[in-house]
């Protein structure tokens, strides 16, 4: 008797590398929550064979899977459908399985989500400096846009990224200001001054090493909302800093489970567990530590 889609739960993560992730013990926390039969595997697959594996995973009977770096983009090619918001963020980082591939983006949502539970802030007629033009730089664009935002500057040490953004969220976001500048300490300075919330959506944080990302001075001239997607450090410099300067902040724990859970409802239609979610993350996180 072979496995059926119905009776046991196959989800699973891709991507390259993951021994970072956490979605594992999150998604089978939610599992054993909702008393569902199921698991969670994550397949760290090297990019040649990528095409390969999501054709073969089609003939096995998993309900879902999620897509992590470097395979966002590069999914959407392969999918049978793709959600109205993973077409304009350009990016899918979860499928549901059925006969077909259905590709959605739950990163936006769990970014939304995180921005109003942990930070309390609404981008609603709020300017925002974002930092990194990479993979999950799109996602918080469409957030912020998506929830009003009036000013969304960009930021990446590559230029010619940042203006990629520019390019592809102007023409279905018309209302909202975009604008470019090069990454560092000078150039954040001209537009420091009118904004709300600054996020960190590259890697910088996730050494010890790493420098601050802005001049540490600008957390005492403003009260800025602060959000870095990083959650491993749970405290970057960066929130270390403006914290200690009054400034409100939010690591990237929410968007992570949020966006989990978001998967979760698409693969079983039940609402997820989000609570217990929490709890497994956070323990996973601390035995990572
Ligand atoms: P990515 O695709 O590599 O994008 C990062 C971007 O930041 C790249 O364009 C990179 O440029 C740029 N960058 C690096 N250093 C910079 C600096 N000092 N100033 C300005 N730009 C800089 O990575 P990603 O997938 O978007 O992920 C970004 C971060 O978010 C990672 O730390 C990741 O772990 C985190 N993340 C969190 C969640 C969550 O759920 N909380 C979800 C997704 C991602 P180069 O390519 O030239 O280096």
């Given at each position: 008797m072979?496995?059926s ?23 089978m ?21 990528f ?9 096995l ?58 930070l309390?802030f609404?981008?609603?007629g ?21 929830g009003g935002?009036k ?7 590559i230029?010619?990224k940042?203006?990629k ?9 018309k ?18 001054p ?14 010890k ?5 802005v001049?540490?001075h ?5 009260k ?10 749970a ?14 902040t ?11 859970a ?6 079983t ?5 989000v ?15």
């Amino acid at each position: 008797m072979g496995i059926s889609r119905k009776s046991f739960h196959l989800f699973s993560l891709i991507g390259y590398p993951l021994s970072h992730s956490l979605s594992s013990p999150m998604h089978m926390a939610a599992l054993k929550k909702m008393k569902m039969h199921g698991l969670y595997m994550t397949f760290e697959i090297e990019p040649k064979r990528f095409a390969t594996v999501i054709k073969g995973l089609h003939l096995l009977p998993f309900n879902g899977f999620n897509v992590t770096v470097p395979y966002k983009e590069k999914i959407i090619p392969i999918l049978h459908t793709v959600s109205h918001e993973a077409r304009i963020i350009g990016a899918v980082n979860t499928v549901k399985q059925g006969k077909m591939l259905h590709g959605y983006n739950t990163d936006a949502y769990g970014f939304a989500c995180s921005l109003n539970e942990d930070l309390r802030f609404s981008p609603r007629g709020k300017s925002i400096l974002l930092i990194g033009a990479g993979g999950a730089a799109r996602a918080c664009i469409y957030a912020l846009a998506k929830g009003g935002a009036k000013k969304i500057v960009i930021a990446d040490c590559i230029r010619r990224k940042a203006e990629k953004l520019k390019k592809h969220f102007s023409p279905f976001f018309k209302k909202v200001q975009f604008t470019i500048v090069k990454a560092g300490e000078q150039e954040y300075e001209s537009v420091l001054p009118e904004v709300d919330l600054l996020v960190n959506a590259t890697p910088i944080g996730l050494k010890k090493t790493d420098p601050l990302l802005v001049p540490s001075h600008i957390f005492q001239r403003k009260k800025l909302y602060v959000y870095d997607l990083i959650y491993n450090p749970a405290h970057t410099k960066l929130l270390t800093v403006a914290r200690r300067n009054g400034c409100r902040t939010s690591n990237g724990l929410g968007m992570l489970l949020h966006q989990g859970a978001k998967a979760f409802e698409i693969w079983t239609g039940k609402r997820a567990p989000v609570a217990e979610m929490r709890r497994a993350l956070q323990k996973a996180l601390k035995s990572k530590l």
